[in-house]
């Protein structure tokens, strides 16, 4: 697989999430989105907590975009009302015929 994941979370009152994609491949990359969400993000305790993608609607365009070899396409998201506790965070590439995802453990403290 040319095309590995890497999820950053940062807790500042609410999360930040920052999906980095970058293509290992000595080829580039081409990813084609069936509509505007490009990548999701679930937050995960004893089951799905929040998922960025829920109760939002996404232009149904047709979308691309090209990864050169060593390069990094980036997408980010917000969280912006957690409650405290211990979670994961999983995201996922939403391209046709790539796959890519991250997961990382993250805590939102109580005193926040």
Avoid: K
Wanted: with cysteine.
């Amino acid at each position: 697989m040319t095309l590995r994941g890497s999820l950053d979370v940062t807790v500042d009152g609410g999360v930040q999430f920052a999906f980095a994609v970058r293509n290992d491949g000595e080829e580039p990359v081409e990813l084609a989105f069936p509509d505007a969400l490009e990548a999701d993000f679930a937050v995960l305790d004893d089951g799905e907590v929040w998922r960025f993608s829920e109760g939002r609607l996404f232009a149904q365009a047709l979308g691309s975009e090209t990864i050169a070899p060593g390069e990094v396409a980036t997408y980010e998201a917000s969280w912006d009302d957690p409650d405290p506790g211990e979670y994961a965070a999983v995201a996922t590439l939403e391209a046709r015929e790539q796959d890519c995802e991250a997961r990382v453990e993250f805590s939102v403290d109580g005193d926040r």
